[in-house]
């Protein structure tokens, strides 16, 4: 348990290495514990698993290159998300847990077998001598906003605003902000029954926020909280994120406002899971008197969104008025390109939240100085192919 981060953001962690190292535990206790992944459990960093279980496999020989395998190994791979889903499912309603990973971008196959797996659900939460089937839990990394070598192809959140339209709100989108917040999320996942979970997150190194205290307290208040580091009493402007890479963004520009704008006062928070028509999950939504406490009545809202922005943008109107909402996400604009240009392909950067806060402030030498530095950075991506912004 990490009960306190000394100084927040200053250190760096994979949260795809904690998911590997929890689920490494997890089959030494639980001896019917499956993972299904179409062939990326090493291209996603869960591959400590590999210390201790197998790849299920008996049809051809093992060359030297192979990693462990053997026709009982519990780790499954097959290039097709839908074999896989079919499979496990049919491991899940015998009462045990498994867990699925892929790229962000390839879950959208599995769409039509979710819904109907979700159909499943409610259908069986009615029938009084149905036991509650473990949760559905998907691992969602090779997210859209780092797939520099891979490009347009491997770039889409729509599983996100698929199951968040889904009215019997038996779906939970769940974004940790850092490692620490990924092991929360694990274990709500492999203790949820009942429920479609997916977990997205970056599989590189990211900076640590937050202790397993704040972690545990997000899942349990409602799904969002204040980051007292980068936060001021009485604030002027609510700004909030969702999802790993694109809260660093918004933590990076409140640093640069804080220099450019002294004499504003910034709240952020954190939103770190999503269901239907709410923050929060499916059992613990965020109440409107709650968000009222954490968004204030009449605050403008800045946000930063992992999925498409509409998808919480419409999430947020269930709170609040709409006109109080400045809400940036992917906007289906990508390629094979460096990081922060990503960001800034789809107007999601330090930058592009900052430039908002001065056209606000009407603070035109600063739009430019910002609208300057996105065009130097584009320049130089296109013609070294690396950011100068870092």
């Known amino acids: 348990m990490i009960e306190r981060v000394l100084e927040p953001g200053a250190e760096l962690f994979s949260p795809a290495r904690k998911i590997g190292e929890l689920l490494t535990k997890e089959f030494k206790n639980d001896p019917h514990f499956y993972f299904f992944s179409p062939d990326e459990t090493t291209s996603n960093k869960f591959d400590q698993v590999f210390e201790i279980e197998k790849r299920a496999w008996g049809s051809l020989a093992e060359e030297p290159w192979d990693l462990p395998e053997s026709p009982n190994g519990r780790i499954v791979e097959m290039l097709s998300e839908n074999v896989l ?8 309603a015998n009462g ?16 039509a077998q979710l819904l109907q797996q979700m159909k499943f659900i409610q259908q069986s939460k009615r029938t009084p001598w149905r036991n509650p089937i473990p949760a559905v839990n998907l691992l969602s990394t090779s997210t859209c906003w780092r797939q520099d070598h891979n490009g347009f192809t491997h770039q889409s959140p729509a599983l996100i605003s698929q199951l968040l339209s889904i009215p019997s709100n038996l779906a939970n989108c769940i974004f940790p902000i850092d490692d620490v917040a990924a092991e929360e999320a694990y274990h709500f996942m492999i203790d949820s029954t009942n429920v479609v979970n997916l977990t997205t997150f970056d599989k590189n190194e990211r900076p640590r926020y937050i202790d397993s205290h704040h972690a545990k307290f997000e899942f ?20 909030t994120a969702c999802g790993d890479i694109v809260a660093s963004e918004m933590i990076e520009a409140i640093k640069i406002l804080k220099e450019d704008l002294p004499e504003i006062r910034i709240r ?3 939103i770190n899971a999503l269901s239907y028509r709410g923050i929060g999950t499916t059992d613990n939504k965020l109440s409107k008197d709650k968000f ?16 498409y ?29 460096t990081p922060f240009e990503m960001l800034r392909k789809n107007g999601a950067s330090r930058y592009d ?9 009407k603070r035109e030498d600063l739009a430019s100085k910002y609208i300057t530095l996105l065009t130097n950075n584009h320049l130089h991506a296109i013609k070294y192919g690396e950011d100068l912004i870092k």
């Not at 889903?85 to 899940?92: N, Y």
């Not at 045990?96 to 769409?111: H, K």
């Not at 800045?302 to 999925?307: D, K, P, R, T």
């Open 268 to 270: 952020f928070i954190y």
């Open 353 to 361: 939240l900052a430039l908002d806060i001065a056209k606000v402030c």
């Open 85 to 92: 889903f079919s499979v496990m499912t049919g491991h899940l």
């Open 292 to 307: 009222m406490e954490l968004f204030t009545a009449d605050k403008p809202i800045l946000a930063n969104f992992h999925g």
């Open 309 to 337: 922005p509409e998808t919480l943008e419409n999430i947020l109107e269930n709170y609040t008025d709409r006109k109080r909402l400045r809400v940036h996400g992917f906007v289906e604009e990508g390629s094979t390109t």
């Open 96 to 111: 045990e847990r498994a867990m699925m990973g892929s790229y962000e971008a390839f879950y959208p196959i599995i769409t």
């Open 220 to 239: 349990e208040n409602g799904g969002a909280s204040i980051y007292d580091f980068a936060s001021e009493p009485e604030p002027d402007f609510i700004f």
